[in-house]
């Protein structure tokens, strides 16, 4: 469809077999496509399942991303999405078709708190329990820093904050989502654990996901003075 520009007589749009439109003020006309090519080859398949891969969990992990990385992201030009997707391309591997994602390695959040050091760590189904170094770096880590413990199940989808206890705790305790309603759950779930350390002034203000800011326009995300994201370990939650 056109725009039409009524004091200038201009055109503006496709009308009919023909698009109209202006590049650095001079007006062009060119042909509508009516043919279009859609290259299968290995490099370009390879690259399209890679993009997709990083997009889609980008979007999965968007809650962690939006403590994690806004302040890192921001500093540098840059989206939550975009700064996972550049800080972890290598944890993206296309092999035979399918991409598969090193999802203990991926990097979650980065800053210039100290991060927690897992001394311990046990699990009964459900039930989980971790232990940690509570032992400051005085220039960098303070006793009311907040240790956030993330849950991602990516079959089911699920990303959840399970837990938030203080630095100087050094030990958490929490229950993982029972999943064993959901329909989509075929096999018994596994969960890959996160932790982030956060200044204790920002660690209560929640985070939202890519789908829940559409739902929050007004939505803003704050800078977070955080730490480097540390993976925990995996539980397989059998039913």
């Known amino acids: ?21 202006t590049r650095f003020g001079k007006k062009y006309v060119r042909s509508k496509a009516t043919t279009f090519t859609d290259c299968q080859s290995d490099a370009q398949l390879r690259q399209r399942a890679l993009f997709k891969a990083m997009l889609h969990t980008s979007a999965l992990y968007g809650s962690i991303l939006q403590r994690g990385l806004t302040k890192y992201a921001h500093d540098k030009g840059m989206t939550e999405a975009n700064m996972f997707s550049n800080l972890n391309k290598d944890k993206f591997v296309y092999d035979n078709g399918k991409v598969i994602i090193k999802y203990r390695y991926l990097i979650l959040a980065q800053g210039p708190l100290t ?63 029972d999943l ?8 018994a779930p596994t969960f890959y654990l996160y932790a982030i350390v956060e200044r204790a002034n920002t660690a209560y203000v929640p985070t939202l996901s890519a789908a829940e800011k559409k739902l929050h326009k007004r939505h803003r995300n704050i800078n ?16």
Request: hydrophobic share 35%.
């Open 180 to 187: 064993s309603d959901d329909p989509n759950c075929k096999t």
């Open 224 to 239: 977070r003075m955080v730490s480097r994201s540390v993976f925990v370990g995996t539980v397989n939650a059998k039913h």
């Open 1 to 21: 469809m056109a725009s039409i520009n009524y004091y200038l007589g201009e055109l503006s749009g496709t009308v009919g077999n023909e698009v109209h439109y």
């Open 115 to 177: 991060a927690v050091d897992f001394t311990g760590f046990k699990h009964n189904g459900l039930n989980v329990e971790l232990t940690f170094n509570s032992q400051l770096d005085s220039s960098r880590s303070k006793l009311d820093d907040v240790v956030h413990i993330y849950a991602v199940e990516p079959d089911i989808e699920v990303c959840e904050l399970v837990a938030s206890v203080e630095r100087v705790a050094g030990h958490a305790e929490f229950t993982l989502p």
